[in-house]
């Protein structure tokens, strides 16, 4: 049964609470076995990547065989069926276009009255590698989403491990990192081919950032390798939080709610709304939908270990729950959406009205569907272009803007008892000085 | 003796390659000590945190006196002599005018020919906690560089962390803390300090994102807590890399490696130069300057251990050699330094011109020092308001939007075996088809 709540009740607080307290999702602790394998990887390189292959994924390889070659990218991408193909085309089109407009200015430069300059630019990562896990989460979407805004953002090198269990792979996934611009795909997964990705072996470059999701041993060798190599977020299970009113269709939201549920058991869908009578038609709706779902099982079992209703006395009280949640997406199938929207503070993605359904966001939306999961909104956002981008500041002093700013660092530098870094300063602002008593001995 | 490489020399690209794996700095394994002591603040709470300032500060605290009073704040601060008073409020008015630059444009939104809207907001983190080492560490500065960015994104509340072994605290961290709008500074450190602003105690309001630098324990923690609460980076040992030509003063430059040598003795001090002649006399004056310095031991090891000369061809190749190092820190010596900086593709903070030491950028050039290290300015950058805000994506779609792309997600959809996402969407476009179909019956 899910969580029945209304905000009108004695124990609300403690039981919503408890409600953001809950843990979703029992990782198991891997992490001893993910140090072994990077280790492994490190010290055997090759070796140890085919080695740890052939005992995950059953799949015999060597290094001339670690990547697809162009021709067996070619014949599994040509089993891909035409609508499938154009469906994969549009989204990468719309994609690349939403995340163009994330591209800062390359350069921002200014110039003090001292005639100081400050500013920053922004480049490029040179090389990343993306993780596709293999097997029935092998989503072609997840390569748009993870590889057009590094290639948008300029990136050079563009590699993907994606597991082939047995050697089975999706097509649609190597249709759409050729769609995407990638130049490798090697078929490996796992902690192994995190560490392969971030040390490199003799077949394998290394990258300088990885993207991608994974399962608990992908995620642990991420954390493991955060500081070697840049990482995106450690995703964790996700939620999406529907704030409707009666003016919604309740068999709409029950489906959005029940495509957060497909996902996976340890997903999330919460309504929120201040319409008891409507919360009751969704919750009908819902079970009705629910049993011809193919993956009833696990929608089933998301829905009743964590599915949850809110009955709030108004919009304004269900916007400021769903800010204590952050949830990563969250539907607004109210009458004026703009308005309410006006009033959430953390979420990782809105759809705005009845008509935008999630799944156009998982899809071909253009905005990406890598967004911040289990409450991290709070703090974190979406991927995108700035993901694959850093800045670099850039300072450049006159003599005249030292003399202005110079004295101020020596003395906070002396405060720190670091002398050298007054000297640096010092030495100059001496050398000036003394141009400057010339100059007057010589009027 | 520090290293001495020539690109001319055969065994370079070995020495080289050598340099850039260098491993600068034995951190301790910690993390056990760290999970265990994260474990008992999750459980225990204030009592945890009293009891473990108590052991690793020598220090008696109670719920109550966990944070500086105002009236111990004031105290505190009014040590504080005139002229250091002056120094910290123009380095903050200089770092908060540069990082209010940094600021994007609230909302971004456009509209497609069919009507759907798109677009994103940026909202600022809630709740930030800055952590400040104690003892010889603890620098002002860095409250000014970690606290400012906070508040010019709009962080609401803003508490430190900064530990005050056996009581002495550094009035000059309290005028930063006060001159940068912290709201709440706790005389707390280490691992539970940072287990404290991430899970909170009765008396600690946890926060949403944590920064500032710290000990092997408070890194250990930062990496246990990613993904509860934002973090900044990992910091790891610092360096400096000086590109010069013979135009320079060879006193300056040996000066500005001291000024990263005399931070740490893993610190690394780099230069770079086309004239052989030039680096002798860097070197000479180095050996000159150093003798004098009151941290020369530290420096002294650093510039032994890892103290670093190339004589480089030409100056394109001393930039290329700084890409593949990535340095936090690149000053550029030279007499065109911003033809040279157009070479860079890496590093943390440029120094244009050898009037731009770069300890101005450690107080009050504006830009932030808090950079990428360890080659990190691969993939990562400095500080900046940006990390204390988030992005929400936006999208809104019209009936004759999602008949254009719905059929599309539907299609990837199934192909994912994900059918409540195509249900979502399908359902919405029966709708669609049947008010259709009703119109065309009434004409």
């Known amino acids: 049964m899910p969580h029945f709540l209304a905000t009108a009740d004695a124990?609300?607080?403690?039981?919503?609470?408890?409600?953001?307290?809950?843990?979703?999702?029992?990782?198991?602790?891997?992490d001893a076995a993910v140090a072994a394998i990077i280790a492994d990887v490190r010290t055997r390189g090759d070796a140890a990547v085919i080695a740890l292959t052939e005992k995950f994924d059953r799949l015999s390889l060597t290094p001339e065989t670690l990547a697809f070659s162009p021709a067996e990218m070619e014949a599994e991408i040509a089993k891909v069926p035409?609508?499938?193909?154009?469906?994969?085309?549009?989204?990468?089109?719309?994609?690349?276009?939403?995340?163009?407009?994330?591209?800062?200015k390359a350069e921002e430069r200014w110039s003090?009255?001292?005639?100081?300059?400050l500013g920053w630019r922004w480049t490029p990562v040179s090389a990343a590698g993306l993780y596709v896990p293999g097997g029935l989460a092998s989503y072609?979407?997840?390569?748009?989403?993870?590889?057009?805004?590094?290639?948008?953002?300029?990136?050079?090198?563009?590699?993907?491990?994606?597991?082939?269990?047995?050697?089975?792979?999706?097509p649609l996934v190597l249709l759409a990192a050729r769609l995407a611009g990638v130049d490798t795909v090697y078929r490996i997964g796992g902690a192994q081919a995190i560490a392969a990705l971030a040390y490199g072996t003799a077949t394998i470059t290394p990258v300088d950032k990885i993207t991608g999701p994974g399962n608990a041993f992908v995620a642990a060798a991420k954390r493991r390798v955060f500081g070697k190599v840049g990482i995106d977020m450690i995703a964790g299970p996700s939620e999406i939080l529907v704030i409707a009113d009666g003016t919604a269709n309740p068999d709409w939201v029950a489906i959005d709610l029940?495509?957060?549920?497909?996902?996976?058991?340890?997903?999330?869908?919460?309504?929120?709304?201040?319409?008891?009578?409507?919360?009751?038609?969704?919750?009908?709706?819902?079970?009705?939908?629910?049993?011809?779902?193919?993956?009833?099982?696990?929608?089933?079992?998301s829905w009743r270990d964590f599915g949850t209703v809110i009955v709030t006395r108004d919009l304004s009280e269900a916007a400021a729950l769903s800010n204590r949640v952050a949830p990563e997406h969250l539907e607004l199938c109210v009458a004026?959406?703009?308005?309410?929207?006006?009033?959430?503070?953390?979420?990782?993605?809105i759809f705005l009205g009845q008509w935008t359904p999630e799944a156009i966001g998982d899809y071909v939306g253009g905005p990406n569907h890598v967004l911040p999961t289990a409450r991290s909104a709070r703090f974190s956002s979406g991927l995108s272009a700035m993901d694959f981008l850093k800045r670099t500041t850039l300072a450049r002093m006159t003599p005249e803007a030292l003399r202005a700013i110079g004295p101020s660092a020596e003395i906070l530098a002396t405060s720190e008892s670091l002398q050298a870094h007054g000297l640096s300063v010092r030495a100059r602002?001496?050398?000036?000085?003394?141009?400057?008593?010339l100059k007057e001995g010589d009027a």
């Open 11 to 30: 124990d609300f607080e403690t039981r919503f609470t408890a409600l953001l307290g809950m843990k979703r999702e029992d990782s198991p602790d891997v």
């Open 336 to 349: 004026d959406p703009e308005a309410l929207s006006a009033e959430i503070t953390h979420a990782g993605a």
């Open 258 to 301: 029940l495509s957060q549920a497909e996902h996976d058991q340890s997903a999330q869908a919460l309504l929120l709304t201040p319409d008891a009578g409507f919360a009751k038609e969704v919750v009908a709706a819902l079970e009705k939908r629910l049993a011809t779902l193919e993956r009833r099982e696990i929608a089933g079992a």
């Open 82 to 104: 035409a609508a499938e193909r154009a469906a994969l085309e549009l989204a990468a089109e719309r994609i690349r276009t939403y995340h163009a407009r994330q591209m800062p």
């Open 140 to 170: 072609p979407s997840s390569v748009l989403m993870n590889a057009i805004p590094a290639k948008v953002a300029g990136v050079e090198r563009l590699v993907i491990a994606c597991p082939t269990p047995g050697g089975a792979v999706n």
């Open 429 to 437: 602002l001496d050398a000036l000085n003394c141009a400057e008593a």
């Open 112 to 117: 003090e009255p001292t005639g100081a300059e």
